[in-house]
């Protein structure tokens, strides 16, 4: 039987703007991320968040702005610090682990804190609140009820670094099968393009000059 593909909520979510670049950039894997300053930016502030949180090493000085901000996070939601934790589950949901042939799903906590029953989880964003996309946190939400089995409630939040905002959505133990129904869903739609070969594109305005497959006839480049 064939191998069902893994994925990721970045693959979804890349396979739901456009098929056919999610299948030049994923699957073939033709065009390597490019490292722009902001993706850059983005993984320094990861990075130093973390070992600020885990291991109290001070900030760098262009993340110093921040550390009030950290320091409410961890003050508002007390408990057991986890930085960076990384998830993996099975095709029949169960946890493994990261690197392993059987995981179907993987995603990382940025920031993770277990409070007896309940958790917190927080997911660092060095871009813009506009595009604010909580499915991301529905997943991560759904990592920790099959992680940590003890818990019945997380609260789950997206922390715009730059603007402040901290958009936050609490997520019940009960709402699990109905979260899970809606994410099968749309991994079925990648799962019947895998098995079918067919990968087709979806024009949008990022067509113009954001996309790198330049052998698509829709590419503004070309």
Known sequence: MKKSPSWSFSSIKNFNNCPKQYYHLKVLKEYPMEETEAILYGNRFHKAAEEYLRDGIELPKEFGQFKSALDKIVEMYPGEIHCELKFALTEDLEPCDFKSREAWWRGIADLLIIDGDRAFVVDYKTGSAK??????????ALAVFKYFPQIRFVKAGLFFVIGR????VGFKYEDQDKLWVKWLSEYGRMRTAHDTGVFNPRPSGLCKKHCPVMECAHNGRN
């Open 131 to 140: 595009y604010a996309d909580q499915g991301q946190l529905e997943l991560m």
């Open 165 to 168: 905002s901290f958009p936050k």
